[in-house]
Each structure stands twice: as structure tokens, then as C-alpha cells.
């Protein structure tokens, strides 16, 4: 594209509706993040913009369809470290590539995974949970619907030298209903997903995923104050196809950082359990490499072995 096209597209910009493709259902955290800025975002852009959720695959089905479509900032992926980090680890071929196959245009926020339980299982703490856990080998059961929880739910067993069984979900509001009324025992769930029912006393939270206490639920502790080298820390970003006009991309990372930069979107964000930390396109590509890598270790230390 020539220069001079390539700024007509990005003053022409946007024409028509702009869709922010979500790879998880609706009422997941990644979905509510998505039609947040789907709100915001369209009064500044001057078009609608629309989230399309596209579930399943550990979030393949809907990156192989940005992957594919046109690279003209209509079609956008709001994604996680599912599809981006952890999915190259755990499978042995993907119908993506996801440092070649798209453009990074900000990361908006990490947010804290926490390990919750049915509220019936006889438990209080971690240790508790895990002390339960060996003296009843094989008979706890963990949901999972996202790469995240996978990985975590793994990694608890070998570093915390438990063995429980995982169930895999399409999707977490359903895993976490069957958590709440006990079919499942156990889940690493994000924040959004779960706190109602911790709410509702039908599931006790733990500990958090995190290295650090999160101020949302200041009364968890983490994970790694019982399990040794325990820390999976989940991030949330907006990508575009690779290809997209550079004018564009920066168009819409300067858009997005303004709406993540206001208090009362920080705080909206905060009450579902994102901590609100953006980086500009260049900075998150670095990120996206670096995670890549991370989530590779931990893939690799929770001895899952890609399919």
C-alpha cells in the first residue's frame, strides 16, 4: 500500500461498523471487557462497533477467523493469553500463528485468576485444600474453559503434588455453574466469572493466581504462599490482522488507551476484577513475544503435554 493510500484509509477511517471478535461466550470476563470498550470506543471512532463472540477451541475458532479476514481495522480480536501465550504450547499445530498472523494494538489490563471450591467442600485455605486434596487422590475434580485455567489447574497439581481430574468446558459461566452446585469440585476462575456465586456462598475463594494480594479480594493470598514457584498471571489485549495500515493500528491504539486512561472505566474495569495496565502497540508486541516464551516454561513445568 502506498503512502499516500495508506493515510486516505486511515482519515477514511472508520466508514462502517467495526466488529471486536471475543473467542469465549458471553458473560466471560474477556466478553464483558470487550463490550466495555465496544461502548466507548464508538462514539470516539463515529461508528458502531459490535462484539461477535466466537467460542470454542481454547479460543482457535476465533483467531483463525481475525487471521483471516480482511487487514482493514473492521474485524479486531479482544483476546487473552489463551490464544496468544499458552495455545502454541499446548497443541501441536494451530490454525494460526500468533506473532505472524496479527498486529498488536494495546494491551488493556492483566487480571487475577483465583482458586475457588464448591461452597460444601470441607476447606478454608490452601493448605487445607491441599492437605483434602492427597488424602482423597484422584477423586477431585477441576472445571477448566480457558488455556488459563488449564494451565493453572496443572500446574497446582504437580507443584502442590495433588492429582485432580479435569473437565473441560466450552465455556466458563457453565463450568462455574457446575462448580457452584458441586458437580465439580474445583476451579481457577477469573474474577468476573466467579465472585457472584462467592457472593452468594455457593463457592469459597482460596487464594489468588498471582504473585502479589489483589485489592479486589484482599483476603486471598496467593497461591505461592503455600505452593512453592506458584504464578499465572492472565492479560487481555485488542489485536487487529497482520497487514492492517500502520495509520490505523495507531488510530486505534490511541483511541483505546484514551478510553483505558479515564477513572471511571478504570474503576468499571476494577470492579470485575482487571487491573487496568496498558501498553501501546510496540510495547505489547514485546509483551506478546515475552509471554510467549513464559507460558512456555509453564506449560512445560506442569508437565502438559501438547496434543
Known sequence: MSLAVSVFAA??????TVRLVV???????????????AQELSPRLGQS???????????????????????????????????????????????????KDFEPIARTATLP?????????????????????????????????????LVAAESLNVLGHVSMVGVYYKASPQAILDVASGQVQVMVADFATAMPHVTAGRLK??????????SLVPDAPPLGESVKGFDVTSWNGLFAPAGTPPEIVQRLARETLAVLARPDVKSRLASIGFEVDP??????????????DYWGRLVRDAGIRPE
Open 11 to 16: 482519515d477514511a477511517y472508520p466508514s462502517r
Open 23 to 37: 473467542p469465549f461466550a458471553a458473560g466471560s470476563a474477556t466478553d464483558t471487557m470487550a463490550r466495555l470498550l
Open 279 to 292: 501498553l501501546g502497540p510496540q510495547d505489547f508486541a514485546a509483551y506478546v513475544r515475552n509471554q510467549l
Open 49 to 99: 462497533v459490535v462484539v461477535e463472540n466466537k467460542a470454542g477451541g481454547l479460543g482457535q475458532i476465533a483467531a483463525q477467523h481475525v487471521a483471516r479476514s480482511a487487514p482493514d481495522g473492521y474485524t479486531l480480536f479482544v483476546t487473552t493469553n489463551t490464544t496468544h501465550s499458552a495455545n502454541p504450547h499446548l497443541f501441536r499445530t494451530l490454525p494460526y500463528d500468533p506473532i
Open 113 to 149: 485468576f483465583m482458586l475457588v471450591v464448591n461452597g460444601q467442600l470441607p476447606v478454608r485455605s490452601t493448605a487445607g485444600f491441599l492437605s483434602y486434596a492427597k488424602a482423597n487422590p484422584g477423586k477431585l475434580t477441576y472445571a477448566s474453559a480457558s488455556s488459563t485455567s
Open 205 to 214: 475463594v482460596l487464594a489468588v493466581t498471582t504473585a502479589k494480594r489483589s
